[in-house]
Protein backbone atom coordinates (compact mmCIF):
# COMPACT_ATOMS: atom_id res chain seq x y z
CA UNK A 1 0.00 0.00 0.00
CA UNK A 2 2.96 2.45 0.52
CA UNK A 3 5.86 2.67 -0.89
CA UNK A 4 9.10 4.75 -0.14
CA UNK A 5 11.71 5.81 -2.45
CA UNK A 6 15.40 6.99 -1.01
CA UNK A 7 17.61 8.93 -3.30
CA UNK A 8 20.72 10.99 -2.66
CA UNK A 9 23.01 8.64 -2.39
CA UNK A 10 26.72 8.36 -3.76
CA UNK A 11 30.45 8.48 -3.80
CA UNK A 12 31.63 11.72 -1.50
CA UNK A 13 35.03 12.61 -0.40
CA UNK A 14 35.65 12.43 3.71
CA UNK A 15 34.87 15.92 5.17
CA UNK A 16 32.12 16.24 2.61
CA UNK A 17 28.12 16.77 2.61
CA UNK A 18 25.28 14.32 1.14
CA UNK A 19 21.71 14.79 1.66
CA UNK A 20 19.19 11.87 1.16
CA UNK A 21 15.37 11.90 0.33
CA UNK A 22 12.54 9.36 0.44
CA UNK A 23 9.06 10.01 -0.64
CA UNK A 24 6.91 8.04 0.62
CA UNK A 25 3.41 7.19 -1.80
CA UNK A 26 0.68 5.70 -1.64
CA UNK A 27 -2.57 4.86 0.71
CA UNK A 28 -2.00 7.35 3.58
CA UNK A 29 -3.47 8.95 6.24
CA UNK A 30 -1.16 10.01 7.95
CA UNK A 31 2.96 9.08 8.41
CA UNK A 32 3.80 8.85 12.70
CA UNK A 33 7.53 8.23 12.05
CA UNK A 34 9.95 8.40 9.73
CA UNK A 35 13.57 7.54 10.46
CA UNK A 36 16.86 6.77 8.63
CA UNK A 37 18.73 3.58 9.32
CA UNK A 38 22.00 1.64 8.03
CA UNK A 39 24.42 -1.34 7.63
CA UNK A 40 27.48 -1.39 6.62
CA UNK A 41 29.60 -4.69 5.64
CA UNK A 42 29.53 -7.10 7.79
CA UNK A 43 27.71 -4.90 10.55
CA UNK A 44 24.04 -5.37 11.71
CA UNK A 45 21.55 -2.37 10.95
CA UNK A 46 21.67 0.55 13.21
CA UNK A 47 19.16 3.61 13.68
CA UNK A 48 20.92 6.67 12.27
CA UNK A 49 18.18 9.47 13.06
CA UNK A 50 14.76 9.23 13.49
CA UNK A 51 11.61 12.08 13.26
CA UNK A 52 8.76 11.93 15.23
CA UNK A 53 5.09 13.65 14.99
CA UNK A 54 3.61 15.64 15.43
CA UNK A 55 6.00 17.22 17.40
CA UNK A 56 8.46 16.32 15.01
CA UNK A 57 11.05 15.68 18.10
CA UNK A 58 14.15 14.04 16.85
CA UNK A 59 16.37 11.16 17.70
CA UNK A 60 20.11 10.72 16.75
CA UNK A 61 22.75 8.12 17.04
CA UNK A 62 25.67 9.06 18.80
CA UNK A 63 27.79 8.86 16.18
CA UNK A 64 25.94 11.36 14.05
CA UNK A 65 25.22 13.79 16.53
CA UNK A 66 26.33 17.40 15.68
CA UNK A 67 27.07 16.14 12.34
CA UNK A 68 23.80 14.88 10.46
CA UNK A 69 20.15 16.65 10.49
CA UNK A 70 17.12 14.89 10.00
CA UNK A 71 13.66 16.97 8.56
CA UNK A 72 10.69 16.39 6.84
CA UNK A 73 8.38 18.02 4.41
CA UNK A 74 4.83 16.41 5.88
CA UNK A 75 3.04 18.35 2.57
CA UNK A 76 5.03 15.73 0.34
CA UNK A 77 5.11 12.93 2.88
CA UNK A 78 8.69 13.31 2.52
CA UNK A 79 12.03 12.90 4.65
CA UNK A 80 15.96 14.13 4.51
CA UNK A 81 18.95 13.06 6.10
CA UNK A 82 21.73 16.12 5.63
CA UNK A 83 25.24 14.66 6.33
CA UNK A 84 28.02 16.83 7.02
CA UNK A 85 31.23 16.05 7.55
CA UNK A 86 31.17 12.65 6.34
CA UNK A 87 33.44 10.01 7.78
CA UNK A 88 35.03 7.08 6.07
CA UNK A 89 33.27 4.76 8.75
CA UNK A 90 29.56 6.41 7.47
CA UNK A 91 30.39 4.40 4.24
CA UNK A 92 27.09 2.16 4.38
CA UNK A 93 23.82 1.25 2.88
CA UNK A 94 21.07 3.70 4.13
CA UNK A 95 17.54 2.57 4.61
CA UNK A 96 14.07 5.04 4.67
CA UNK A 97 12.13 3.84 7.55
CA UNK A 98 8.24 4.86 7.97
CA UNK A 99 5.37 4.00 9.95
CA UNK A 100 2.11 4.79 8.57
CA UNK A 101 -1.32 5.38 9.40
CA UNK A 102 -2.92 4.41 6.53
CA UNK A 103 -6.49 3.34 4.43
CA UNK A 104 -8.79 1.98 7.39
CA UNK A 105 -6.76 3.16 9.82
CA UNK A 106 -3.87 0.75 9.66
CA UNK A 107 -0.67 1.00 11.17
CA UNK A 108 1.91 -0.60 9.16
CA UNK A 109 6.15 -0.35 9.24
CA UNK A 110 7.92 0.57 5.65
CA UNK A 111 11.13 -0.13 4.44
CA UNK A 112 12.59 1.70 1.60
CA UNK A 113 15.23 -0.55 -0.52
CA UNK A 114 18.34 1.13 -0.05
CA UNK A 115 20.74 3.92 -1.34
CA UNK A 116 24.58 3.33 -0.90
CA UNK A 117 26.87 5.87 0.66
CA UNK A 118 30.01 5.78 0.11
CA UNK A 119 32.76 7.76 2.29
CA UNK A 120 36.31 7.93 0.45
CA UNK A 121 39.52 9.67 2.05
Known amino acids: QVQLVESGGGLVEAGGSLRLSCAASGIIFSINEMGWYRQAPGKQRELVARIISPSDSTVYAESVKGRFTISRNNAKNTVYLQMNSLKSDDTAIYYC??????????????WGQGTQVTVSS
Open 97 to 110: NADVTGRYYQVRIY
